[in-house]
């Protein structure tokens, strides 16, 4: 009976289904609500066929990004040895095999573009470009200053794209503006936590970190924010002009303008490397979240 049992090389660790979870990521996951966004704001998430294909727009991007986490990490494997808390990651610490993780990467993608079509034929652009986009960065532009902010940054605004293809809805130009530069402003403060953690070594795990200073980072920030509210603003009032209840279009830019704020406070004390903790964890940040949905809910449906 022991010749019949399968042998698992030395070199090669058995993959135990807690450490596939967390290479997953699923804590990333919250990210993908931002398909959400688009059918949210054009007031059809009560229709049944959009809330469906809106719900397949999130596990689509669930699946996509979880599938590019696998093979990310098994392609910085290096890098995430060295760092302090990243070489805990499964593949880094031994866990999860290069040849099982890139494996479960391939199964992940195809599953992702295959069920993009339960939706609309669309949608499978969306998660395709989004997939590129995550090699790209992968293979080459994490190395390049600025634009690796830029395709993290993209990968957001593809999925505020994807939550509107999915529904068939036009998305305004406004919308996109802030979805793309309020990415920008979260990305960017990431880096500058990176940078605060590591010190003088955080060269040595990413590249650009020894291209950026602290003062370039706190300009892009700056900048950042301020296309996101001026654009958010003009967005509202488009709005508002169009959709719902024009006061609470208005009204929803106080608890917006003040979230931005907020977070631009927690980013300057260098709380940015992981943007999703940051704000579950911050009351202060809820509640104007919380006060942000609740106008813009009222908004949309009010009359």
Request: net charge neutral; glycine share 8%; proline share 4%.
């Amino acid at each position: 009976m022991g010749a019949l049992q399968s042998e698992v090389p030395a070199d090669e660790p058995q993959a135990h289904l807690p450490a596939l979870v967390r290479l997953a990521r699923p804590k990333q996951w919250i990210k993908n609500v931002l398909v959400i966004a688009a059918p949210g704001a054009a007031g059809v998430l009560g229709e049944g066929t959009a809330l469906a294909r809106t719900t397949v727009a999130f596990v689509c991007f669930c699946l996509a990004a979880s599938g590019s986490y696998f093979l990310n990490d098994a392609l910085d494997i290096d890098a995430d040895r060295r760092h302090p808390t990243k070489r805990r990651r499964p593949i880094a610490s031994g866990e999860v095999s290069v040849r099982t993780a890139v494996t479960g990467g391939i199964v992940l993608v195809t599953a992702a573009i295959a069920l993009s079509f339960a939706a609309r034929w669309q949608l499978s652009l969306v998660i395709g470009g989004y997939l590129l986009q995550t090699v790209l960065y992968s293979v080459w532009l994490k190395h390049e200053a600025v634009l690796d902010l830029a395709c993290v940054a993209s990968g957001f605004v593809l999925r505020t794209i994807a939550g509107g293809v999915a529904v068939g809805v036009t998305i305004s130009p406004w919308f996109l503006i802030v979805a793309g530069s309020a990415s920008l402003f979260m990305v960017t403060g990431k880096r500058h936590a990176e940078m605060v953690e590591l010190g003088d070594h955080a060269g040595s795990h990413r590249l650009t970190l020894a291209m950026y200073s602290r003062e370039f980072l706190s300009y892009v920030r700056a900048v950042a924010s301020s296309v996101t509210v001026l654009a958010y603003c003009l967005w509202a009032f488009e709005k508002s002009s169009t959709v719902g209840n024009p006061v609470w279009f208005e009204l929803s830019i106080v608890p917006f303008v003040l979230g931005i704020l907020r977070y631009a406070l927690l980013l300057e004390q260098g709380r940015g490397g992981a943007p999703e903790e940051l704000v579950l964890a911050d009351r202060v940040l809820l509640a104007m979240g919380a006060a942000w949905a609740l106008s813009f809910a009222l908004a949309v449906h009010g009359s």
